[in-house]
Every structure is written in C-alpha cells, then in structure tokens.
C-alpha cells in the first residue's frame, strides 16, 4: 500500500516559482503511473500534469499551464515532482498528488482514474 505526502506549497508572487514535491512509501517501484492535480476555491479539482514511465515516458499537461509547469519523477518512483514557473493568481489552489494504473492522452485528467492521494499543500499567488 503506497502512501502520499505532498510539501513545497506556499505564498508566492505572480510570476514567481515554487517546486513542489511528492513523496511515496510504500510499494513504489509500481509508481509507474502519477499525477498533479488542483482544487481552486469553489471549483472542481481539475488535472494539472501527469506522468507515465511504464515502457517509456510520457508526460500530460492541462492546456492552462503547458509551458510553465513541467512534471518529473525520480528514477527510485519515491518522489514526484511538480516544478512551477510564470506563476499567476489564477494558479492558487491546493495541489494534491495521486497514483494511477494506467492512463492516456483521453483520461490522464480524470480524478476517477486515480487510486491513492496525498493530502495536499496549499499554493496562493497573490
């Protein structure tokens, strides 16, 4: 059973960076499959980025932070990472980290296809 703990939120300006981290214990080496995503006061959590190791490396992106965000994994599948560039307030929510099985460019996005999550960290850009 693999366990979540996110850390590396917190207050930043716009345009700012913050790194955010994602450590699992646990069975990891089956962390093949993870994800970012974020809850915005008084919306839904969307999908931010995800990644996928098994037989190669994908990584998906949401189309609102494309560019500035970049998703990573160590090669141990203990930590995840999410690094945070062009920072804006829109970007302020809690970010929660979760595992998957198995996603695709059609369903990486979607809360149901993840199993395990973190309890999150809050990021505010203000």
């Known amino acids: 059973h693999v366990q979540l703990v996110e850390s590396g939120g917190g207050s930043v300006q716009p345009g700012g960076s913050l790194r955010l981290s994602c450590a699992a214990s646990?069975?990891?080496?089956?962390?093949?499959?993870m994800g970012w995503f974020r809850q915005a006061p008084g919306k839904e959590r969307e999908g931010v980025a995800a990644?996928?190791?098994?037989?190669?490396?994908?990584?998906y992106y949401s189309d609102s932070v494309n560019g500035g965000f970049t998703i990573s994994q160590d090669s141990a599948k203990t930590t995840l990472y999410l690094a945070m560039s062009s920072l804006r307030p829109e970007d302020t929510g809690v970010y929660y980290c979760?595992?998957?099985?198995?996603?695709?460019?059609?369903?990486?996005?979607?809360?149901?296809?993840?199993?395990?999550w973190g309890q999150g960290t809050q990021v505010t850009v203000s």
């Open positions: 979760a595992l998957c099985h198995q996603i695709d460019v059609d369903s990486w996005y979607e809360d149901y296809e993840y199993g395990t």
């Open positions: 990644i996928y190791t098994r037989r190669g490396i994908r990584t």
């Open positions: 646990g069975r990891t080496y089956t962390n093949w499959c």
